[in-house]
């Protein structure tokens, strides 16, 4: 691992993907993520916010008028945890319900302004990072890289991708 470059040939030998080149993918992807939490914890220390709220956030930012069952489902997590987060997201304002108009015992959520702030400012230090990431690695690269992460997905997974997607062509996004 220690002979790596970025700029080593890309996809040499990708018909015969060795050990070492799998692993230092995964050491890659877990660096990689601990260093855009590591990137955003200012805001989310200012904030007085943990990773769960941020998830939270995120979410609802992508896919707003969201289930809180549905978010549950996106999101992995037991209803008591969730249930936690979603408190203190709504006493600090952050998050917003209304009644389904098809069923009245279910609540809708969506981010309030303060809300969508925090998270416009927390997307911003990701949105830089891929930016930066993306222009270095070149579109043919960029494009193998949705094509692996979309490879990584589960079915479930996929669908969020594909629900957010739909709402986005139908003008759901974009406060």
């Known amino acids: ?20 080149q799998i692993r230092l993918a995964q ?7 601990r260093d855009m939490a590591q990137a955003m914890e200012p805001i ?13 956030l995120q979410v609802l930012a992508f896919s707003p008028g969201l289930s809180v069952s549905r978010l549950q489902e996106i999101l992995g997590v037991t209803k008591q945890s969730l249930g936690r987060t979603l408190g203190e997201l709504t006493e600090r304002g952050y998050l917003e319900s209304e009644s389904c108009m098809r069923d ?4 809708l959520l969506r981010l ?15 949105r830089h990072r891929l ?3 993306y222009r270095e690695a070149g579109g043919a690269a960029v494009e193998g890289f949705r094509r692996v992460m979309w490879g990584m997905l ?3 997974s996929r669908a969020v991708v594909a629900e957010d997607a739909a709402g986005r062509k139908k003008g759901r996004h974009g406060s």
């Open 27 to 33: 050491t890659m992807m877990l660096l990689a993520g």
């Open 131 to 133: 930016v930066a990431a």
């Open 1 to 20: 691992m220690s002979g790596y470059r970025p700029s080593d040939d890309a996809g040499a030998g990708l018909l015969f993907l060795r050990e070492e």
């Open 154 to 156: 589960s079915d479930s």
């Open 112 to 126: 309030s302004k303060e809300g969508q702030s925090v998270e416009a400012r927390l997307f911003a230090v990701v």
């Open 104 to 107: 009245r015992r279910q609540k």
């Open 44 to 56: 989310l220390a200012e904030q007085s916010l943990g990773k769960a709220h941020y998830r939270v």
